[in-house]
């Protein structure tokens, strides 16, 4: 398991952001029951720069909690059984892990998210790494039926990790 984290925002409010990032994607990983070494890259960030690549890659010009970009695609979520012969390319040449794929956080969101919802950095953190990695897995919340699935495995995997509302 490979899980790249660079922290690019000027304090550190959250001493444990890399054991909370570490257990949440690990504890994602396993809900999904993920067959395969994987590796993750995790980009702390503001809003401004998040505001950037939101306006890049989505044309939407305004800054956003959290941005996954999924290496592979899946026709279920979370389905593994056929991603080799599908998606060679989202294996490492030389590891064998499955690239997952890139979450970008903006931290002024985590802090602006826990006063607005009366909890902590360290679950909202917590929380934008799990709904973050459903996403590298294939799920999405674009209509109801989906967002409550998503919804449900998102607080399923706070829940074993221990982030929960407090």
């Known amino acids: 398991?490979?899980?790249?984290?660079?922290?690019?925002?000027?304090?550190?409010?959250?001493?444990?952001?890399?054991?909370?990032?570490?257990?949440?994607?690990?504890?994602?990983?396993?809900?999904?029951?993920?067959?395969y070494e994987s590796q993750v890259y995790v980009l702390?960030?503001?809003?401004?720069?998040?505001?950037?690549?939101n306006l890049e890659q989505r044309?939407?010009?305004?800054?956003?909690?959290?941005?996954s970009f999924p290496m592979a695609t899946y026709t279920t979520p979370a389905d593994f059984s056929d991603l080799e012969e599908r998606e060679p390319d989202a294996f490492h040449p030389e590891t064998g892990e499955l690239i997952l794929g890139d979450i970008l956080i903006s931290m002024d969101k985590v802090?602006?998210?826990?006063?607005?919802?009366?909890?902590?950095?360290?679950?909202?953190?917590?929380?934008?790494?799990?709904?973050?990695?459903?996403?590298?897995?294939g799920y999405d919340h674009m209509v109801d039926e989906e967002r409550l699935v998503m919804e449900k495995k998102q607080e399923e995997i706070l829940l074993q990790c221990g982030y929960v509302r407090e």
């Open 1 to 35: 398991m490979t899980i790249e984290i660079e922290y690019c925002y000027e304090e550190k409010f959250i001493p444990d952001y890399k054991t909370i990032i570490q257990t949440v994607i690990n504890t994602a990983l396993d809900y999904e029951n993920c067959p």
């Open 59 to 67: 044309q939407i010009d305004r800054p956003t909690d959290v941005l």
């Open 111 to 137: 802090k602006e998210q826990a006063r607005e919802y009366g909890h902590s950095c360290k679950r909202e953190l917590a929380f934008l790494v799990a709904h973050s990695m459903l996403h590298l897995m």
């Open 44 to 53: 702390l960030t503001d809003n401004e720069e998040i505001h950037q690549v």
